[in-house]
């Protein structure tokens, strides 16, 4: 039902949106940091191997950045729909000129362009995921497994539902707790706030569909590799080609 009334490009196509989600990013990152270094750290890569990866809804690049920082000869191809995002990601990411390059993708619709080639060592996504019907997210996983070359990981960081609403409280209880600017936000949303969390919030499911749609893809190693609250990591590796 939802997925004729999609809200996202209000969002992510829209200038004033883009400034003040960018405005914020200092702040978040400081918030992130861990979890964006064990994404970097749970790529089984030499310090020092020349590999490619792909980000899925890149964004300016957040996570991008600090897989290009943990592997000095890593390439990234980042994968964005929005140019206001991939605008700020090509300033964002100055500093790696010849290490990254973006295209254009549109992830609810599916057709991978011919940059991304097959068989790149790892494909990543944060914050991305969450923004897809379950229809794309099943079938984005299906064409990641597709896309990746044997032995290639796949990991995501994004936030989950739960059906629970005892969970559902506790996770808000230490949530406004850790947090009490956002509990103030969540109860008094601007009008623009309340459109961004309507948008934020509307595909995002339970996390064991999600493994599920992993599972399903043909991934192994499939684990749920850091959590807390409502944000998880969770990925999984192609299977190697038999006898390598
Ligand atoms: C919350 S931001 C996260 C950006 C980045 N991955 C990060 O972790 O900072 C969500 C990103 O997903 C992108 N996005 C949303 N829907 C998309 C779609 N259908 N196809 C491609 N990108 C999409 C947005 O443009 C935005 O850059």
Known sequence: MLEDTDTNDDVWKSDRMVANWVAG??????????QRRLMADLLPFEDDEPFTFVDLGAGTGAATRVVLDRFPRAEAILAEYSPQMTAEGRRALADYQGRFTYVEFDLAAGDWPDEVPTGVAAVISSMCVHHL?????????SEIFEHLAPGGWYLNYDPVTTDDPLVEAAWLRAGDRQDPEAAAKRQHPSPEEQR??????????PLPLQLDFLRAAGF????????????VIYGGRKPPQPGS
């Not at 990013?25 to 861990?34: D, L, S, W, Y």
């Not at 192994?220 to 944000?231: F, G, N, S």
């Open 196 to 205: 961004r969390h309507e948008n934020h919030v509307r595909y995002m499911i």
């Open 25 to 34: 990013t200092e702040e978040r990152e400081r918030r992130r940091g861990e």
């Open 133 to 141: 019907p379950d229809r794309r997210k099943r079938e984005l996983f």
């Open 220 to 231: 192994e190693a499939i684990d749920v590799y850091w959590k807390q609250l409502d944000y």
